[in-house]
């Protein structure tokens, strides 16, 4: 089992609609969370990070993280065609080291 | 400031050639990172500098595989005696106060054939 598991998609949405993307993990010692965002042939960016539990919002973006289920989400709020790309999860236990999901491949379609 | 820049940005090798990598990360940031990023996966851990120092290193990075970071500035990766399973994007990383704020390039894709 891989320490991180995230659905790869693809996953098609319309212009405007909420979009939800998932991540479980399997390690307990994960602490900080990240979201980044890669477009097609390019190096991923990150997006946003949360510490342990709980929820952050950064405009149309929040991050989620329930450590009691090891259950981490992503939302987007009012999704634009710009906001198509792969969206990987990546948390780290504190060693310096980010373990990143598959990625999501998402598309908003206009 | 331009950001964390890698190269080549491609590269189309034989099997059994040496091939050697460069990136430049963003100055003052004293981490630097390896990740390797194959087709529909995401990117994996290879190596870890806090400046000059390599402090860890992925069991994914074989005795053919050697990087280094002189003077903690930027880096090169090597890769010996290639074969085609390490065709991949090679990607490199940085960081400054946070290590899990990690500034990614644009990579090198590397092509075993």
């Known amino acids: 089992q891989k320490e991180v598991e995230q659905d790869p998609g693809p996953l098609s949405v319309p212009e405007g609609a909420i979009v939800s993307l998932n991540c479980t993990y399997s390690?307990?010692?994960?602490?900080?969370f990240m979201w980044y965002r890669q477009y097609s042939r390019k190096g991923p960016e990150l997006l946003m990070y949360?510490?342990?539990?709980g929820n952050k919002e950064d405009g149309r973006f929040t991050a989620q993280v329930d450590k009691s289920s090891k259950y981490i989400s992503l939302f987007i709020r009012d999704s634009q065609p710009s906001d198509s790309a792969t969206y990987l999860c990546?948390?780290?236990?504190?060693?310096?080291?980010?373990?990143f999901g598959t990625g999501t491949r998402l598309t908003i379609i206009p | 400031d331009t950001g964390v820049s890698q190269d080549p940005r491609h590269k189309i090798t034989k099997r059994g050639q040496n091939v050697t990598f460069r990136c430049d990360p963003i100055?003052?940031?004293?981490?630097l990172y390896w990740y390797r990023q194959t087709l529909g996966q995401g990117p994996e851990f290879l190596t870890y500098?806090?400046?000059?120092?390599?402090?860890?290193k992925s069991r994914l990075l074989s005795d053919r595989f050697s990087a280094e970071r002189p003077k903690g500035s930027f880096s090169t990766l090597e890769i010996q005696r290639t074969e085609q399973g390490d065709s991949a994007m090679y990607l490199c990383?940085?960081?400054?106060?946070?290590?899990?704020?990690?500034?990614f390039g644009p990579g090198t894709r590397l092509t075993v054939t």
């Open positions: 949360t510490y342990s539990s």
């Open positions: 100055s003052e940031h004293n981490r």
């Open positions: 390690n307990s010692a994960f602490q900080y």
């Open positions: 990546a948390p780290a236990e504190g060693n310096e080291k980010l373990t």
């Open positions: 500098f806090q400046n000059e120092a390599q402090l860890e």
């Open positions: 990383a940085s960081s400054f106060r946070q290590y899990y704020e990690q500034y």
